[in-house]
């Protein structure tokens, strides 16, 4: 069968090819071929089992009609068996010329009456269950050949079973074995031209079936690399419709990212230009005065342009890692919000003295929420740092954490410029700024919160101080609970015996 495994796929053991690569094609081709190889000496065996059985039924006829025709020559005078047969009915039975036949009639304690002595007589006495009469079967070796013996017993009915004659005809199995191989090749041999047909037939289906796995790689390579749009399904059978939707969803996913890093780019660019343009008036001036103190103040400008541009690029790269796989593959553990919040605070008591702005800090007991606490650190820095940029110095700056149950809320409340309603969901977007003569953001902070709340399943939000000036900017968590204990083991039976109800209540 080389033929077959040929067929299935011609470059599957090439060494060029790698070995992760396997055809479609010929791993269909394979699954339809191994099964069949797997048949096909089955039904050669079940073929030549049945052919024996068929074999067997007109010879096994003919020895039974022997068999009848010499148990007719016996006679029963007095008890006493007297056989009677002619030397035409002898040569009758001697003349098969392919098969040796063997004959005789015995006694039950051996004693021949007629017929060959080399066909044995069976050693056990005549079975409870036989009847006078009727042939039966069973098969011998004699010398070294397979012999089928048909018997019967002689008897009248006041003769005892030790007693009865046995007659037995016997024959090689020669014009049987002839006869069942010839079944058996006239059964096979059309096989070797039916399944190689078979074998063409399932490559050219295969084929064929394939083919519109061709016509989309021919259309997915002419397609233009800028192009996303979906795929048409008009053409593609329903056993493919799934994965040209998964595809189509991918190309869409794929846009609008695309879309998003343009745009983010462009932002990035504009953002840039600007702090960037000033970084270069400045070193001008600086370079064309003369005056030491004016100098001075051209070069704390260039710093302060330098800290505005370093503070822009370091939020830049910080809303790509939580945008990215990399915030992503980041572990989210059960940590204590309040605590957490606490420390960040504590590294804004200097910046906030420095501006003199009260912040302050207030938490609940416990407060533990799933999530990751680099992220959680960034999310409340950009908060508190979004608050004092737009807090007036004077002005007062409060985080809280609660737990309002089922969620743990953070807080961050200022008495600064506010906001308006219009404005609560426009502030997260990127590069948004409510005043920018109020303050030198860069409008990624609260973008950067927002994105670092939806990895957490948090919701993040800017709105109206109610209490007067300024605004609250409030991210809600859920609660984590740690899993109930398991339920204690008891020591030994005889208390789990007793914490048991009875059998039967």
Known sequence: MAWVIALSDPQQN??????????????????????????????????????????NFPYDQALREQVTAVARQIRLVNGRPLVNLPSSARALLRADETDTIYFHVVTRDGRLLAGDRELPVPDLGVPADALSGEVYFRDIDLKGQDVRVAYAYVADGQMPRDSWILVEVGETMEKRTQLANKIVASVILPQFIIIPIAVMLVWFGLSRGLRPLTRLRKTIERRDPADLSPIATRRVPEELEPLIEAFNEMLGRMERNVELQHRFVADAAHQLRTPLTGLKTQAQFAIREADPDALRHALRQIATGVDRAGRLVNQLLTLARTEGRESAQLS??????????????????????????????????????????????????????????????????????????????????????????????????????????????????????????????????????????????????????????????????????????????
């Open 14 to 55: 090439s060494p060029a090819q790698p070995e992760s690569q396997r055809s479609l094609f010929g791993e269909i081709l394979d699954w339809m071929l191994a099964p069949l190889l797997f048949v096909w000496p089955l039904s050669i065996a079940f073929t030549h089992y049945f052919a024996n059985n068929v074999a």
């Open 332 to 505: 989210h553990v059960p940590l204590d919000l309040a605590a957490l919040m606490r420390e960040v605070v504590e590294d804004w008591v200097m910046p906030a003295l420095e501006k003199r702005i009260d912040l302050g800090y207030e938490a609940d007991v416990d407060a533990r929420v799933l999530g990751n606490a680099v992220l959680l650190r960034e999310l409340a820095k950009n908060l508190i740092d979004n608050a004092l940029r737009y807090t007036p110095p004077g002005g007062c700056v409060t985080c809280r954490v609660r737990a309002v149950a089922p969620e743990i809320i953070l807080e961050v409340e200022d008495d600064g410029v506010g906001i308006s309603e219009a404005q609560s969901e426009m502030v997260f977007e990127r590069f948004y700024r409510v005043d920018d003569a109020a303050g030198d953001g860069s409008g990624l902070g609260l973008a950067i919160v927002r994105e670092i709340a939806a990895q957490h399943e948090a919701i993040a939000t800017l709105r109206p101080n109610p209490a007067g000036r300024g605004a609250i900017a409030r991210v809600a968590f859920p609660a984590w609970y740690p899993p109930p204990p398991p339920p204690p083991v008891p020591d030994d039976f005889s208390e789990l015996y007793r914490q048991s109800p009875p059998i039967g209540t």
